[in-house]
């Protein structure tokens, strides 16, 4: 759905009016939310402000500004150091998950899709500071208790930032780790590699870390995947490749699939051996590589199938070698999404 913010409090445009509103508590409230929100959207945890914002209490200026961690990153540094500006990596892996991160400005105004950074653009960026208020900082750019009131135009500019945080690109790299060879149909493989003699089939399955599993989950969720999102492959020697997304779920570390099975514990069979059978796979689209060169794959299946990976199908891969030729050749991958926020929430 578009993305349409909601606040309780102020006009029709969700702001607030000097004089006509007060800052009131549920405002931080809302504010905390979006923020934890987009936390858990660059694969960090959401922070406990709950000493701080709520029904009946205070609205303090170390909420907005001066408070660092613990217990919780103030409003604005959570903005500027924790969402605009994200840590890669933070699920570990080789290589790290995720790869990169950036917020895409998100208004057809000349800058559209220029990566947002703080202050400083380089060539397609664009500084969030210039945008909201023409200098390099937030309007009273130190506030300290007992000497600061807290303004409406604070607030105004925390929510300004928030919808503007709405569009993302995300780089994450799939984990190959699975082999399926057809000469051992019974045996787990190596992933990364893949061969195609025309007789026997080496196929690597893998996965990506799209969203975690967690009870509150990381990275993305209720989102809409946008129409630039790929799937990008790297080859060590020419050939043509199929992508396919992996349908089955699959234990990657304690029970890795096989030519006949993607459930070897529980004796669980591929409808068609070499999983690209019904129900196995969806075909997403080939690729013609030309050696150590990544390769992109991006139609409306790759969007599709992001798109219910994000919303809760398996997040697996399955990568095959449709030419023929004697070598084994080795692989690599990793997917780009490009999305938007649905609403709700802010």
Known sequence: ???????????????????????????????????????????LHQQDFSSQV???KFVRVATIASQSPPPFRNFRDAITDDIIEPEAGVLGGDPATPAEMHWLWPI????????????????GQVSLFDKLSGTNNWTDPTLSAGTSHIRAVHFNELRQSIEWLRRGRWRLPVYLTAGIFSMYPDTPWIGESIANNGSNEL?????????????????????????????????????????????RQIDFSNDPPTWNQYDPSDSLDWSAPGGTGQGDSTLLGSI?????????LSNAAVQSAIQNMIDSAEQNFLIRRSDTGSQTIGISAQIVIEFDLDTPPN
């Open 1 to 43: 759905m578009p993305y349409n913010p909601v606040w309780t409090n102020g006009n029709a445009q969700g702001r607030l009016i000097g004089g006509t509103h007060l800052v009131r508590d549920d405002d931080a409230d809302e504010i905390a939310d979006a923020i934890n929100r987009r936390r858990r959207l660059v694969y």
């Open 54 to 56: 709520g029904a009946g």
């Open 108 to 123: 057809d105004d000349g800058d559209e899709n220029d990566i947002i950074v703080p202050n400083n653009p380089q060539a």
């Open 203 to 247: 196929r690597s399955v893998g996965y990506a870390v799209i969203r975690t599993s967690e009870t509150l989950p990381r990275g993305l969720i209720n989102v809409t995947v946008r129409s630039g999102t790929y799937f990008e492959i790297t080859a060590d020697t020419d050939c043509t490749v199929e992508v396919y997304h992996c349908l």
């Open 288 to 296: 013609n590589l030309t050696a150590n060169t990544p390769g992109q």
